[in-house]
């Protein structure tokens, strides 16, 4: 995320004029950016955003603001998390994915369930399960804190945000 985090007049009057910037302020380029990859996905070309910045910066904000604007177009954003003390837990990631949006739990849950799941297989389960639930529609998918993803996780997640072949 690059900014330096100033807020103009501008700013100022775009946060009055419309509700999503009453929560985000400022930050228009960033915005612009999860706006392109949304109207991207919905037009069925993927894309990867990544939003770096230190701790307290607006990363999470940014990432509402563009689960508000999926919402608004009518596209699902289900989302999931890096998390300090589950680093070590192999799939946490996808795991978090499937408790926190149970219309993707189906078959490749238990994949990635499996203690003995192949990264392979547990990769391709989770496009798999992804491609059909997205069901022709687009479908964002929101990593909250990816750094604290654990490995297997990372790789799952690396492989399905993918450009197609
Ligand atoms: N551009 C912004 N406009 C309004 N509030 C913001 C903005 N950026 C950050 N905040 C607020 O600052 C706090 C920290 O932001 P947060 O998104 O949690 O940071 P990060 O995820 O990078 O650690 C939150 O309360 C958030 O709502
Ligand atoms: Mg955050």
């Given amino acids: 995320m690059a900014s330096n985090g100033s807020f103009s007049a501008a700013d100022e009057f775009e946060r009055s004029s419309t509700w999503h910037v009453e929560v985000i302020v400022g930050r228009r380029g960033e915005r612009q950016v999860l706006d392109d990859l949304l109207s991207e996905a919905a037009d069925g070309s993927g894309g990867v955003v990544v939003l ?17 604007q999926a919402g608004r177009l009518g596209m699902r954003m289900p989302s999931t998390a890096g998390v300090q003390a589950e680093v070590h837990v192999p799939y946490a990631g996808p795991h978090r994915l499937l408790r926190t949006a149970p219309e993707l739990s189906r078959a490749a849950k238990s994949v990635l369930d499996a203690p003995d799941t192949l990264p392979y297989r547990a990769a391709a389960a989770l496009l798999g399960l992804l491609s059909e639930s997205a069901a022709g529609t687009a479908l964002v998918l929101a990593v909250e804190d990816a750094h604290w993803l654990d490995a297997a ?8 945000a993918r450009p197609p072949a």
């Fill in 52 to 68: 770096r910045g230190e701790a307290g910066i607006g990363k999470t904000a940014l990432l509402e603001y563009a689960t508000d």
């Fill in 153 to 160: 996780s990372c790789d799952a997640l690396t492989f399905v």
